[in-house]
């Protein structure tokens, strides 16, 4: 159980353009969903968190404009990347949390590449 | 808000061996601690976890210690093998409900047969 998917797992697109990144909790409800991205060799960085049906929480840095996240229902949370250029080329993994228990259950990341 | 510190950057043992990595946390109200296990281009996979008001958990081979006064705590890995090696973090919840998790840098671990 505890299974998280994301789509697309990999995503090339030009300079400019928009991308959706889609996360959902296949077998439980996420009242919580985290999004990171991890560049080459480096660690996960926290971008936001977001709690179903309320406006997403962005750490420090992180442009909201910029990285639009959308959590309407207790098992689907989307990242959009707004006019996408190439130094937001990184790996962006989501995570979701189970109300009231401490672990976050992890998808498999989305390789984003932005020419 | 919170930041963790972990290290040794890289790690290399033989077969066998025991490992260990130490991480520390800036924020005394963090209460919960996993660590996680990510193999190259994969998704990190929870290896074990321990909660502020405990002090040690073990899980076959691995186990964790935390030290709160301190503000660190250690994985600790006997009898390595091969299939041990990847990137390990370990992490820390921060944020206003303490649900976020905040990660060390990582340590590669490399197990030589």
């Known amino acids: 159980g505890a299974v998280v998917s994301q789509h697309p797992s990999r995503v090339i697109c030009k300079s400019g353009t928009s991308v959706k990144i889609e996360c959902r909790s296949l077998?439980?409800?996420?009242?919580?969903m985290f999004w990171y991205r991890q560049f080459p060799k480096q660690s996960l960085m926290l971008m936001a968190t977001?709690?179903?049906?309320?406006?997403?929480?962005?750490e420090q840095g992180v442009e909201k404009d910029k990285f639009l996240i959308n959590h309407a229902s207790l098992t689907l949370s989307t990242l959009t990347v707004t006019s996408a250029h190439p130094e937001d080329s990184s790996f962006y993994i989501c995570?979701?949390?189970?109300?009231?228990?401490?672990?976050?259950?992890f998808g498999p990341g989305t390789r984003l590449t932005v020419l | 808000g919170e930041n963790v510190e972990q290290h040794p950057s890289t790690l290399s043992v033989q077969e066998g061996d025991s490992a260990v990595i130490k991480c520390t946390y800036s924020d005394s109200a963090s209460n919960y601690f996993p660590w996680y296990k990510q193999e190259l281009g994969k998704r990190p996979q929870l290896i074990i976890d321990?909660?502020?008001?405990?002090g040690e958990k073990k899980d076959q081979r691995i186990a964790v210690t935390l030290n709160k006064t301190a503000k660190h705590f250690s994985l600790h890995i006997t009898e390595t093998q091969p299939e041990d090696s990847a990137v390990y973090f370990c992490?820390?919840?921060?944020?206003?409900?303490?649900?976020?998790?905040?990660f060390g840098k990582g340590t590669t671990l490399s197990v030589s047969s």
């Open positions: 977001s709690n179903e049906g309320s406006k997403a929480t962005y």
């Open positions: 321990i909660r502020s008001n405990v």
């Open positions: 992490a820390a919840t921060a944020g206003e409900a303490g649900t976020a998790l905040i």
């Open positions: 077998d439980f409800q996420a009242t919580t």
């Open positions: 995570s979701a949390r189970i109300g009231g228990f401490d672990t976050q259950y």
